[in-house]
């Protein structure tokens, strides 16, 4: 996974949270998603992410708006661009892997 037994000791201490790109493997690795399952439209955003191993830039550019939009969203704040919320609640709806 390209990482150490130290940032391992780091996450599970809850000190860090592992990088979008480590996470990612880390699902891959377990074959599902290790953290609460969300119950809010931002916190399916953040799993969106997490999953899909998207850096908060990455996903703002496939959404075509500013980091500050998906940060918005993420965090249940109005994001300013309905057709961008729309976009993300069809990329969430989509079939996703079963994480």
Same mark, same amino acid.
């Given at each position: 996974?390209?990482? @150490?037994?130290?940032?391992?000791? !780091?996450?599970?201490?809850?000190?860090?949270?592992?990088? $979008?790109?480590i996470l990612k493997k880390?699902?891959d690795f377990l074959g =599902? =998603?290790?953290?609460?399952?969300? +119950?809010?439209?931002? %916190? #399916? !955003? #953040?799993? =969106?992410?997490? !999953?899909? %191993?998207? #850096?908060?830039?990455? &996903?703002?550019?496939?959404? #075509?708006? +500013? *980091? &500050?939009? $998906?940060?918005? /969203?993420? *965090?249940? /704040?109005?994001? %300013?661009?309905?057709?961008? !919320?729309?976009? /993300?609640?069809?990329?969430? *709806?989509?079939?996703?892997? @079963?994480?």
């Amino acid at each position: 996974m390209d990482t @150490s037994l130290r940032a391992i000791g !780091v996450w599970e201490k809850a000190e860090h949270f592992p990088q $979008v790109k480590i996470l990612k493997k880390i699902i891959d690795f377990l074959g =599902y =998603y290790p953290l609460p399952e969300p +119950t809010t439209f931002g %916190g #399916r !955003v #953040r799993k =969106y992410r997490h !999953v899909h %191993g998207l #850096r908060l830039r990455d &996903l703002a550019r496939m959404l #075509r708006v +500013t *980091n &500050l939009a $998906v940060m918005a /969203m993420e *965090n249940d /704040m109005d994001a %300013g661009d309905e057709n961008a !919320v729309r976009k /993300m609640e069809e990329l969430i *709806n989509a079939k996703e892997p @079963s994480t």
